[in-house]
């Protein structure tokens, strides 16, 4: 059905299911804005609906329990715009990876779910353009409604997922803005993080990366290698940069992503260049395909990590901010591939030195990466390889990469572990 408004898309929608219902929106560049408008401006048709998606922090920012007084959220994901809702109970955090969630979105109770797709070919087939990463769970369901946004903004790469717009029960057409990401300003910690890190990447490498100062800071860093190529999760605008020194494959498939996140710039470059193959999360997390990559370098960033190698990545203090993601499988992938690096990077201190995210033990209320998938840690200050290393051996390499003026403390608070054992 053909329908000529978002709130016509949604008062439809309604008519066609439960009181209580359960519908997935998608997150990253596929956020389906133009519906989440229609249910701002008529907030009575968000009455007693579950939102599920996979919103990422500090580029998502929707709060769906927010629709209406009796909405909920089930995500995986912890963000100040959803802070509000989670304090009031509405919303349902499920500590999952991506490959866990992945699976959950096939089989969980689902009524249906809101899509963005480009128009379609000759053929009558749409694309999910920049943003293929979890929709494919949910779009194969027979059992739920479809409701398609087609936005003509939305680029199309030559190698995305892809569905005949006849298998959408619900289709609006219309020119929206597709959601945009610019990188942080780069601290020059992160610089030397980078340095550290390029020098345990070789021509032709696989490189994995989490969004943000990682990804601009070791691209940066790696201008002077060839022949790499990208399997990732997510990629954004510093690939840009990686493609124009020379320093990426290329052949067709040499970037593998499910996400495509930045300019309008990236968006170009994604719809006209051969390199780039969109994927779901299925396949660019499962460890199958993974550990089937050579040389596979996964480098993913945390916000704290102890002398036993257990990582936080998810809490400040005792507030979520974040979730586990894809960290997990990445780490165990890059671990199965023949020549692989699980690297975990992350600067020595917080609050101008006063704070070292190197700790004796991990305060969060979960650990978020466990020691035994802690390989290889990288700082300002250098890299421990904690790969085949006893319980002191590890401590000792941690501490040798922590801010100087922890490493005193450290060693004493090791010490004082170690005599407890």
């Known amino acids: 059905m053909r329908v000529e408004s978002p709130e016509m898309a949604i008062r439809r929608l309604r008519e066609m299911l439960p009181e209580k219902a359960r519908i997935y929106a998608p997150g990253c560049a596929g956020e389906p804005r133009v519906f989440v408008d229609a249910f701002r401006n008529e907030p ?21 329990a927010a629709l209406n007084a009796s909405a909920r959220t089930e995500t995986i994901f912890m963000a100040p715009p959803l802070q509000e809702s989670f304090e009031r109970g509405a919303i349902d955090i499920r500590p999952l990876s991506y490959t866990q ?78 959601l945009k990401y610019a990188p942080p300003p780069l601290s020059p910690v992160f610089g030397e993080i980078a340095k550290n890190i390029s020098v345990l990447i070789n021509d032709g490498d696989t490189l994995q990366f989490g969004l943000g100062n990682v990804q601009l800071a070791v691209l940066r860093a790696l201008s002077a290698k060839r022949g790499l190529r990208i ?44 390199r780039l193959r969109f994927a779901p999360v299925g396949e660019t997390h499962a460890l199958s ?40 499988d990445f780490l165990r992938g890059a671990a199965a591939s023949k020549g692989g690096k699980p690297i975990i990077a992350l600067s020595s201190t917080a609050k101008g030195g006063a704070i070292s995210r190197i700790v004796p033990k ?3 209320p979960s650990v978020s990466i466990g020691r035994a998938d802690t390989a290889i840690v990288v700082t300002e200050h250098g890299v421990a390889d904690l790969r085949g290393k006893t319980l002191d051996e590890r401590a000792q390499a941690l501490i040798s990469i922590a801010a100087p003026q922890h490493r005193q403390s450290l060693n004493q608070a090791w010490q004082a572990t170690r005599d407890a054992l």
């Open 231 to 274: 399997h990732s999760g997510m990629i954004s605008d510093p690939v840009l940069d990686a493609v124009e020194v020379g320093a990426i494959a290329g052949d067709p498939g040499a970037i593998t992503t499910g996400v495509a996140l930045g300019s309008d710039r990236l968006y170009d470059f994604c719809a006209r260049d051969p």
């Open 44 to 64: 009575g048709l968000a009455a007693g609906l579950t939102f599920l998606g996979v919103w990422i922090p500090g580029v998502n920012q929707i709060d769906y």
């Open 101 to 178: 969630t992945y699976q959950w979105l096939q089989q969980t109770p689902l009524d249906a779910a809101l899509f963005q797709i480009t128009p379609p070919d000759a053929s009558g087939k749409a694309s999910l353009g920049v943003s293929a990463d979890f929709a494919p769970a949910v779009w194969s369901r027979p059992d739920i409604v479809k409701v398609a946004h087609i936005n003509p903004a939305l680029a199309r790469p030559r190698h995305s997922p892809a569905i005949s717009v006849d298998a959408f029960d619900i289709v609006l057409e219309q020119d929206a803005p597709v």
């Open 362 to 364: 991990l305060a969060a």
């Open 289 to 328: 395909t993974l550990s089937a990559i050579d040389n596979f370098v996964a480098i993913n960033s945390v916000i704290e990590i102890d002398l036993f190698g257990q990582a936080n990545a998810e809490y400040l203090g005792d507030r979520q901010v974040s979730g586990v993601g894809g960290l997990v």
